[in-house]
């Protein structure tokens, strides 16, 4: 009988904090920028400059702590980390080894209804790297220093996951609790959110980890779950034949779905970590903390139960809703101008979804003002445009934030509801029709719906259908 091993993996996040300036200068921190514009003699490591911490920074990271239940480092200190690389021209990273701003968290994460709690080992502030732009036409490597200095926070978790449904369901928790504090917009594409997988494998039971190594270069959750599956396979495979498995990080290759060995994995001491001398020690005082937990918003799960009571919407539309903080704002917006949760709900979960699907845009593009879509709703409920015309309406809120009001007036939508003029109107229809008028009265009630649509046409559509209904049932029921 083969053996049966279990996947043991830790992961260490990198987020990108969206503080409008870096962590050490007064450099603008904004994605993209003409290479070099965005630099100083600080986030440049020219000699004899001096960094200068950004409040803003430890503001973040501590709220990011007290959301991952971590005990906060009140006297905590920034450590230099030595290496050379082109991209990192101070040949050192500001860091922080001894005294990580927060420590011994969890977040508790559900994978097919069964609860676990991840650790949170540590959550250290740390400075990064600039970037290398290979340009192999020309065989030149140059360099962009604008990401220099933007200050990050390090997650580094417990290795208390054991499969890849684990770790999405933990990143993607991560990344809900910060979208919500809006400490990072925490996009894997962009990099604002980067994780390594440090992953080994064991015998089931075996109370020992085995040999680890570390995986990089995982721009997305799809990557990061296939990566996770062949490097079980690939180490399952060098136990199996015998042989040990070596530790050192691996770089991802999506496309071609393997990775390959970069370096081999450094320890902490390889760093010559040696506390900084240019910063003075951070002194976290009670206050500043109950400050910072007086100002944590409402996060996912406690959203979920209130939307339960309060809105009694439906489970899905509430997980939805609540997957983009983006998303349950305009949601709250909306039901504060017009209290119709329901109604709000379902104009997000149908026609918005479906928008953005046609479009191949995200939650987080939605860009109409709430108090567009509040007025619509209320304009159906004052009957003054029906659902296909509401349907046009809205396609053009989502897509140019109108005025429904001006928009419907514009282009002369609305509804007829003079009861009179409909009178006639399907008077008209109901003696042009005498073939449909006997179909109906001989009780095929489908002919009902050809007069219906009959009169909708007649009238542009610019007809109410339940009035429509209403009126035509009393006159073919009085021949
Ligand atoms: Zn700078």
């Given at each position: 009988?083969?053996?049966?091993?279990?996947?043991?993996?830790g992961?260490?996040?990198?987020v990108e904090?969206?503080?409008?300036t870096?962590?050490?200068c007064?450099?603008?921190?904004?994605f993209?920028?003409?290479?070099?514009?965005?630099?100083?003699?600080?986030?440049?490591?020219?000699?004899?400059?001096?960094?200068?911490?950004?409040?803003?920074?430890?503001?973040?990271?501590?709220?990011?702590?007290?959301?991952t239940?971590?005990?906060?480092?009140?006297?905590?200190k920034?450590?230099?980390?030595?290496?050379?690389?082109?991209?990192?021209p101070?040949?050192?990273?500001?860091?922080?080894?001894?005294?990580?701003?927060?420590?011994?968290g969890?977040?508790?994460?559900?994978?097919?209804?069964?609860?676990?709690?991840?650790g949170?080992h540590?959550?250290?502030?740390?400075?990064?790297?600039?970037?290398?732009?290979?340009?192999?036409?020309?065989?030149?490597?140059l360099?962009?220093?604008?990401?220099?200095?933007?200050?990050?926070?390090?997650?580094?978790?417990?290795?208390?996951?054991?499969?890849?449904?684990e770790?999405?369901?933990?990143?993607?928790?991560?990344?809900?609790?910060?979208?919500?504090?809006?400490?990072?917009?925490?996009?894997?594409?962009?990099?604002?959110?980067?994780?390594?997988?440090?992953?080994?494998?064991?015998?089931?039971?075996?109370?020992?980890?085995?040999?680890?190594?570390?995986?990089?270069?995982?721009?997305?959750?799809?990557?990061i779950?296939?990566?996770?599956?062949?490097?079980?396979?690939r180490?399952?495979?060098?136990?199996?034949?015998?042989?040990?498995?070596?530790?050192?990080?691996?770089?991802?290759?999506?496309?071609?779905?393997?990775?390959?060995a970069?370096?081999?994995?450094?320890?902490?001491?390889?760093?010559?970590?040696?506390?900084?001398?240019?910063?003075?020690?951070?002194?976290i005082?009670?206050?500043?903390?109950?400050?910072?937990?007086?100002a944590?918003?409402?996060?996912?799960?406690?959203?979920?139960?209130?939307?339960?009571?309060?809105?009694?919407?439906p489970?899905?539309?509430?997980?939805?809703?609540?997957?983009?903080?983006?998303?349950?704002?305009?949601?709250?917006?909306?039901?504060?101008?017009?209290?119709?949760?329901?109604?709000?709900?379902?104009?997000?979960?149908g026609?918005?979804?479906?928008?953005?699907?046609?479009?191949?845009?995200?939650?987080?593009?939605?860009?109409?003002?709430?108090?567009?879509?509040?007025?619509?709703?209320?304009?159906?409920?004052?009957?003054?445009?029906?659902?296909?015309?509401?349907?046009?309406?809205f396609?053009?809120?989502?897509?140019?934030?109108?005025d429904?009001?001006?928009?419907?007036?514009?282009?002369?939508?609305?509804?007829v509801?003079?009861?009179?003029a409909?009178?006639?109107?399907?008077?008209?229809?109901?003696?042009?029709?005498?073939q449909s008028?006997?179909?109906?009265?001989?009780?095929?009630?489908?002919?009902?719906?050809?007069?219906?649509g009959?009169?909708?046409?007649?009238?542009?559509?610019?007809?109410?259908?339940?009035?429509?209904?209403?009126?035509?049932?009393?006159?073919?029921?009085?021949?």
């Open positions: 009988m083969s053996k049966e091993y279990e996947t043991v993996i992961l260490e996040v990198h904090l969206a503080t409008k870096k962590i050490f007064g450099c603008s921190t904004a993209g920028g003409a290479p070099n514009t965005h630099t100083c003699p600080v986030c440049t490591g020219m000699p004899g400059s001096l960094p200068v911490l950004n409040k803003q920074v430890v503001e973040y990271a501590i709220g990011v702590g007290l959301a239940n971590c005990s906060i480092t009140q006297y905590c920034f450590d230099r980390k030595n290496y050379f690389y082109p991209d990192n101070q040949n050192y990273q500001i860091s922080q080894l001894y005294l990580p701003i927060c420590r011994n969890h977040v508790d994460i559900e994978v097919d209804g069964v609860k676990k709690a991840v949170i540590e959550i250290h502030m740390e400075e990064d790297a600039g970037k290398l732009v290979h340009d192999e036409w020309e065989n030149t490597s360099v962009d220093f604008n990401r220099s200095g933007v200050p990050l926070i390090e997650i580094v978790s417990e290795p208390d996951m054991r499969s890849a449904d770790v999405i369901a933990y990143l993607e928790k991560l990344r809900l609790i910060i979208q919500y504090l809006g400490a990072s917009d925490c996009k894997l594409n962009e990099g604002s959110m980067r994780a390594d997988v440090n992953l080994s494998i064991r015998e089931v039971g075996a109370t020992e980890f085995g040999t680890r190594t570390e995986m990089k270069n995982l721009n997305s959750f799809k990557a779950a296939r990566a996770i599956e062949a490097e079980k396979v180490q399952i495979d060098i136990i199996e034949s015998g042989k040990e498995v070596v530790q050192e990080t691996r770089r991802w290759n999506d496309d071609k779905e393997y990775s390959y970069m370096r081999s994995k450094e320890d902490a001491q390889d760093y010559r970590y040696f506390p900084e001398p240019d910063l003075v020690p951070i002194s005082s009670d206050e500043w903390i109950a400050k910072i937990k007086d944590q918003p409402e996060f996912r799960d406690e959203k979920k139960v209130r939307y339960k009571e309060e809105y009694d919407l489970e899905y539309d509430i997980d939805i809703i609540t997957n983009s903080k983006h998303l349950a704002d305009i949601f709250e917006e909306t039901i504060s101008i017009t209290n119709k949760p329901k109604e709000v709900s379902n104009w997000l979960m026609d918005t979804m479906k928008l953005l699907k046609s479009e191949e845009k995200s939650v987080e593009d939605i860009s109409f003002s709430p108090k567009n879509l509040a007025r619509l709703i209320d304009i159906i409920d004052e009957g003054k445009i029906n659902r296909t015309m509401a349907k046009e309406v396609e053009n809120i989502f897509k140019d934030d109108v429904p009001d001006k928009y419907i007036e514009e282009h002369d939508m609305g509804m509801s003079d009861d009179g409909l009178k006639t109107t399907i008077e008209e229809i109901v003696a042009n029709n005498p008028v006997a179909d109906y009265k001989g009780g095929k009630t489908k002919a009902m719906g050809f007069l219906v009959q009169t909708m046409k007649a009238m542009k559509g610019k007809a109410d259908p339940a009035s429509v209904n209403k009126i035509l049932k009393g006159i073919l029921d009085n021949i």
